[in-house]
Nanobody, 116 residues
Framework: QVQLVESGGGLVQPGGSLRLSCTASGFTFSSYAMGWYRQAPGKDSELVAHISSAGVSTVYTDSMKGRFTISRDNAKNTVYLQMNSLKPEDTAVYYC?????????WGQGTQVTVSS
């Protein structure tokens, strides 16, 4: 059974930091590219960051560059998203995604709220 379980979300003040984790099971994690997406209320889902299966290549949406860092530990079947200098507009539900060829799996999401 495929599972992606996100954790690490919560309430943080503007300028603060959070580290999200997504732990996978039920598939060969090291063979899948991983991504973090987010969806804010009333808005479409958007890509936050993407990392290749071996962790060599990363891609960030422009508004996250320099503030967010995606990484993975294939030995722990876990992908991370370090988020620094958080802004109120970063408030959203953050989802992790595993993708390989025609296969795509999603986690249940974790809420991140940036507010004073």
């Amino acid at each position: 059974q495929v599972q992606l379980v996100e954790s690490g979300g919560g309430l943080v003040q503007p300028g603060g930091s959070l580290r999200l984790s997504c732990t996978a099971s039920g598939f060969t994690f090291s063979s899948y590219a991983m991504g973090w997406y987010r969806q804010a209320p009333g808005k479409d889902s958007e890509l936050v960051a993407h990392i290749s299966s071996a962790g060599v290549s990363t891609v960030y949406t422009d508004s996250m560059k320099g503030r967010f860092t995606i990484s993975r530990d294939n030995a722990k079947n876990t992908v991370y998203l370090q988020m620094n200098s958080l802004k109120p507009e970063d408030t959203a539900v953050y989802y992790c995604n595993a993708a390989r060829n025609l296969y795509s799996y999603w986690g249940q999401g974790t809420q991140v709220t940036v507010s004073s």
